[in-house]
């Protein structure tokens, strides 16, 4: 009878488990997104020598940019990233982008066409332009996250009695993508939801709640999940040192997923090969994990791996990897302070590279 009773227990157990609703089961019909960040530092220093001799200044301007659409007939993307920099008397500065428009054919299998630059005061000016096919796409989940992450939070507060369900989950998420109203509306269409329930202590949300709903809808982090793949063809024009022009194949994939409704993960990998000299490759890899803290503060994990056979330079070969991790506090809505610390080695170097910087950050939109 006992083990009767334990099995009927783990069977309990594990429907409850296959029923939870996760971030990435949300399918919007649309997912729009558009996020500008920038962040910068600065240093100034003044030695004890009436020459200046010891005096320096160094600073750093980075943006980045992404924006992406997808809906069931078509979609595009657009990411950027600049920097700007100065170390001593010397500037530099980087802008690397690239922008695609697909049209799908069926739920997942879609033509593409892509441009991509790579602009460098350090290696010159590269232009790809390249069509292909891919399959896959990517939703905004983080109506779904959201909510989740309400429920959650007003559970650990005692203001919840128990979770909300799925249905009621769905609901909170599509007042939550809701493009339009003002978050003092949604959180006050989400209070009246969750009282709708009978599931909150008294006939209202608590002060502590209701700020809590407010914070999440703050935090502006946007959640992707998804995957795509694609093959391209085209040309890659180099302006600078010297101008060339190749036929290129370039081979692709990204990956989002959110384990948690603070925390996501997201991978990408891209190869480019000159078709009339395959020896001549182009290699970028990269993954990030962040996690959102409580009382502002956010993880970050980057790792990013580039090989260069042959591509920049004829007759060189590098390969590089570079560690990223940083704290960041979120001080306002949409500023805060963050701590980056990096790890680098790359071909020819004695030893690994480091660094630890202090930036302040800005989230445009």
Known sequence: MACTLLLCLAA??????LGALSACDYEPPESRIYDLGVQGSFNWYDGPYADDRNRSMS??????YTSLFSSP?????????????RDGVAWGADLVGSGSLSMFFNEDLFGVGAVGFDASTDTGYELDVTAGIGQGRFRDVTPLA??????NTLLDLGELLAPIGNITLLELAQILGEVGPSNEDKVVRLSQQLVNTELVLGDELGVRALLAIEDVLNSNDTRLCGYDVQARLGVSARFLPEFSLASTGIVSGRYAVVPTPVSRFRASGEAKVRLAHPEEVSLIAEASYSHRLPDGWTGRLDYRIALDREWTAPDTTTLSHTLFASLNLQVFDSAGLSLVGSAQHKTGDEELTFSLSVYLEAEIF
Do not use: M, P
């Open 12 to 17: 309990v157990s594990a429907f409850a488990q």
């Open 59 to 64: 600073a750093t301007l980075i943006s980045e």
């Open 73 to 85: 007939s078509s979609g595009w993307a657009v990411d950027g990233r600049a920097e700007v920099r």
């Open 146 to 151: 959201q909510a989740t992450e309400i429920q």
